[in-house]
């Protein structure tokens, strides 16, 4: 069933503080890809293409945000590797002198 106009804008407001706290990045880019979807379709009016497009926006930060927590983690989890090799692979290491 098709949302009106009106429902796309509430959908758009009041799903926004929702997208901020409760939805994973699967979600998140699943709704961007639907919101992207009907942008490309056309056939919105101008008030329903705006709401789209906001909606888009805080979609896309929630997924860059999953992003550069998923990016912080690999860092983290890389030092913490690097770290307990001690020295870790030797790249950096003292090498004799070629000669």
């Given at each position: ?28 880019r ?12 056309g ?15 805080e ?20 030092a ?20």
């Amino acid at each position: 069933m098709a949302k009106t106009d009106e429902q796309a804008q509430q959908t758009a407001r009041s799903d926004t503080p929702r997208a901020e706290t409760t939805l994973g990045y699967e979600q998140a880019r699943d709704e961007l890809v639907e919101v992207v979807r009907r942008l490309e379709a056309g056939g919105t009016s101008l008030e329903e293409s705006l709401a789209l497009w906001e909606r888009g926006e805080e979609l896309a930060k929630v997924c860059r945000r999953w992003l550069e927590g998923a990016r912080a983690r690999l860092d983290a989890a890389l030092a913490d590797e690097t770290d307990a090799d001690g020295e870790g692979d030797g790249e950096g290491a003292e090498r004799p002198a070629e000669g």
